[in-house]
């Protein structure tokens, strides 16, 4: 359980120290990126909750995405195309869908340990 | 027994392949939510708030303000330098309406003066005018006084106060310019014209409109008539240039 906390605390730190500086022109891409990874760990949570949750789907899905969505921005870029509009809703859209689903998940599982609760302190 | 134990170490290496197993999940996991706190940390480092981006860009929006605030400032400059020229050709306009009244006035009076200094003499004349030769009627032995027919003061008097009147600008005698104060006297069989004698026949000579000149010497009963019934030989031509010399210095005192 420590390691992806420490992992989290050492990418946390790693981009708050290191000196790496970007042109203004590439932050689409890292917000991009940004979306994609949020998106995915979204997606890893809610498969994990539907019970459908894969270790291999759900890394190679969270780099992947990650790499194309900023790849294809880019490309769009380089041939005059907004496709980074596009990777912005279809993520954003997928994200709160995600976000739709996990939120009715966990209520189903909240009613359902209620239900058993009751049912115990009335026996 | 053997069955069992080959059960157990089957077990034992399914275990230790779930094991491995996790353990990989677990560096995956790691490695997954490094990249996503780096992603995560850098972005905000990058485009967030107090970044250098944010910074560029407020930096940019208070340049574009101070901007926008100058464009403000120069178009309210330009308004009232647009008004002030308006104002200014006003002013203009009523400076050179004044300038071509004063023109106007100063064209009049300078036309004036000339006329006058014509008159007065002052300068030498030219233009169109009348040439009227007065002289003696010829000897009549049967008249016994010969101021019947000679040339009187006052009838040169006569035709250059008719010409005077009917507008001559400039007027002579025999080469002599008159003035204003110029007198006529007779002296016996001549005239002085200003201290200068002059004998008959006398050549007036006036610068004017010469018709006018002419038809108000022609008129019935006027100078003419007057001057011919005197028995006074009268030659009245219109001419086309006449030139007249100025007043001389000499004279005029």
């Known amino acids: 359980m420590w390691l992806p906390i420490l992992g989290l605390i050492l990418g946390v730190s790693l981009g708050f120290l290191s000196d790496i500086q970007i042109p203004q022109e590439y932050g689409n891409y890292l917000s991009i990126a940004v979306l994609a990874a949020l998106d995915t760990l979204l997606g890893g949570i809610r498969a994990h909750l539907q019970r459908v949750y894969d270790d291999q789907v759900?890394?190679?899905?969270?780099?992947?995405?990650?790499?194309?969505?900023?790849g294809l921005a880019f490309l769009g870029v380089h041939l005059g195309v907004d496709l980074y509009l596009a990777a912005i809703f279809a993520f954003g859209v997928r994200l709160f869908q995600n976000l739709a689903v996990i939120r009715r998940v966990l209520l189903t599982k909240w009613s359902e340990y209620r239900k058993v609760s009751t049912t115990n302190t009335s026996k | 027994m053997k069955k069992m134990r080959t059960k157990k170490k089957v077990m034992t290496v399914s275990l230790k392949t779930?094991?491995?197993k996790k353990r990989n999940n677990?560096?995956?996991?790691?490695?997954?939510f490094l990249v996503l706190g780096f992603i995560l940390s850098f972005s905000y480092r990058t485009l967030g708030p107090?970044?250098?981006?944010?910074?560029l860009r407020s930096q940019i929006d208070s340049k574009e303000e101070g901007f926008r605030e100058e464009l403000i400032e120069q178009k309210e400059?330009?308004?009232?330098?647009?008004?002030?020229i308006s104002s200014k050709q006003k002013t203009i306009a009523e400076v050179e309406q004044t300038l071509s009244d004063t023109e106007e006035n100063h064209d009049l009076l300078v036309k004036e003066a000339k006329s006058l200094r014509l008159l007065l003499g002052v300068v030498p004349a030219s233009g169109q005018g009348v040439r009227v030769e007065l002289a003696d009627g010829d000897y009549d032995p049967a008249e016994q006084n010969p101021n019947e027919y000679i040339v009187h003061e006052s009838q040169v008097l006569l035709v250059v106060n008719e010409l005077k009147i009917a507008g001559a600008q400039a007027l002579s005698i025999n080469g002599q310019r008159l003035n204003a104060n110029s007198s006529i006297k007779c002296t016996g069989p001549v005239i002085t014209i200003d201290g200068q004698t002059y004998p008959a026949p006398f050549v007036v000579e006036a610068i004017g409109d010469s018709n006018a000149l002419n038809s108000s010497l022609m008129l019935k009963g006027g100078v003419m008539d007057s001057l011919l019934s005197d028995n006074i030989e009268m030659k009245i031509e219109k001419r086309k240039e006449i030139l007249m010399p100025a007043l001389r210095d000499d004279i005029q005192g």
Not at chain 1, 58 to 70: D, P, Q, S, V
Not at chain 2, 77 to 83: E, I, M, S, V, W
């Open chain 1, 58 to 70: 759900f890394i190679t899905g969270f780099f992947f995405n990650i790499l194309l969505a900023a």
């Open chain 2, 18 to 20: 779930s094991d491995r």
């Open chain 2, 26 to 32: 677990r560096i995956s996991y790691a490695l997954v």
């Open chain 2, 50 to 55: 107090g970044s250098e981006t944010q910074q």
């Open chain 2, 77 to 84: 400059r330009n308004k009232q330098l647009t008004d002030e």
